[in-house]
């Protein structure tokens, strides 16, 4: 198993832009989250899926939208990136509530 | 919405020194996971702590929760320089229809002098 990845591992965009942030896991895992971290801050929870079509917001979820089209994929999307938005991305699935979540290595994002 | 407090924020000790660090809840506490993250990299999972009194241990470190006073510990015995980095608590919370999702501490910085 490949587990949980991410990509792109580094992006730098200009302030307005947009993109779409990749993220994949291979076990079969029907939760499914995204995170910032920022130094100081931790781990914040931007948005979460607890299956396909099914999706939420977290503690940040502003500026960032997510779909889960398949049970395998869960995009992030930056509609109009701000410098604010600059952090390390994580990606990460567990199989159900008390189960192990498992991170993907992360994507660290510079907005100019 | 639920907020975890580590403390230290920060820790350097000498290789072969013992270190706690704790990881306190202002919610109830459903499930406890430990993390370690090493500079610029992602989460390794440590632990997970689910019932009051439950203790784990790996190698060395052992993590404990007392449900009662909503905290875990995390307790490194005899130190070592592969130990450095950052070590992160997170909690279940429940959102909404019926998930539960993870939120974490901000973190703490340990560095183990040789």
């Known amino acids: 198993n490949a587990g949980v990845t991410q990509t792109p591992k580094f992006q730098v965009l200009k302030t307005g832009q947009s993109m779409t942030l990749q993220c994949a896991q291979d076990m079969n895992h029907e939760y499914m989250s995204w995170y910032r971290q920022d130094p100081g801050m931790g781990l914040r929870l931007i948005h979460y899926s607890v299956g396909a079509g099914i999706t939420d917001q977290g503690e940040v979820p502003n500026g960032y939208n997510v779909s889960r089209s398949t049970t395998e994929d869960f995009p992030l999307r930056l509609l109009s990136a701000a410098p604010s938005q600059t952090s390390v991305y994580f990606c990460?699935?567990?199989?159900?509530?008390?189960?192990?979540?498992?991170f993907g290595p992360g994507t660290r994002l510079t907005v100019l | 919405s639920q907020e975890l407090e580590q403390s230290p924020q920060s820790l350097i000790v000498q290789e072969g020194k013992n270190l706690t660090i704790n990881c306190t809840s202002s919610k109830t506490l459903y499930g406890l996971y430990w993390y370690k993250q090493k500079y610029g990299e992602g989460l390794i999972f440590l632990m997970m702590l689910q019932k009051g009194g439950e203790e784990k241990s790996h190698e060395k470190i052992t993590a404990k929760l007392d449900e009662k006073k909503q905290q875990s510990s995390l307790h490194i015995t005899a130190s070592q320089p592969s130990h450095a980095g950052i070590y992160l608590c997170?909690?279940?919370?429940?959102?909404?229809?019926?998930?539960?999702?993870?939120?974490f501490g901000k973190g703490t910085k340990l560095s183990v002098i040789p």
């Open positions: 997170g909690a279940l919370s429940p959102k909404g229809a019926g998930s539960y999702q993870l939120t």
């Open positions: 990460a699935s567990r199989r159900g509530t008390g189960d192990t979540q498992y």
